[in-house]
Nanobody, 115 residues
């Protein structure tokens, strides 16, 4: 059974930082494209950052230079380092593992940016 468990969310002030972690079990993160998505209230879930099997990383424009995705194969974990957080980053953040015809999702972790 595959599970993805996110942690690290919370409430921080604008300009602060958070580090989200996604621990995988039942699968290996080095065998999938791994990504972070987010869903704000009343909006659709969308991609935030991705690291593909060949190590290529991608971030959406609104988080470039602030968010960094990385994988630790030894710990079977994916992290999202988020710096200089803004109120518009408030959302539930989800970990995703993808390969052809297969997607796994975590349960999500709430990130709230507010003063």
């Amino acid at each position: 059974q595959v599970t993805l468990v996110e942690s690290g969310g919370g409430l921080v002030q604008p300009g602060g930082s958070l580090r989200l972690s996604c621990v995988a079990s039942g699968m290996w993160v080095n065998s999938y494209d791994m990504a972070w998505y987010r869903q704000a209230p009343g909006k659709q879930r969308h991609l935030v950052a991705q690291q593909t099997l060949d190590g290529t990383t991608y971030e959406i424009d609104s988080v470039k230079g602030r968010f960094t995705i990385s994988k630790d194969d030894d710990k079977n974990t994916v992290t999202l380092q988020m710096n200089n957080l803004k109120p518009e980053d408030t959302a539930v953040y989800y970990c995703n593992a993808h390969r052809i015809n297969t997607d796994y999702w975590g349960q999500g972790t709430q990130v709230t940016i507010s003063s």
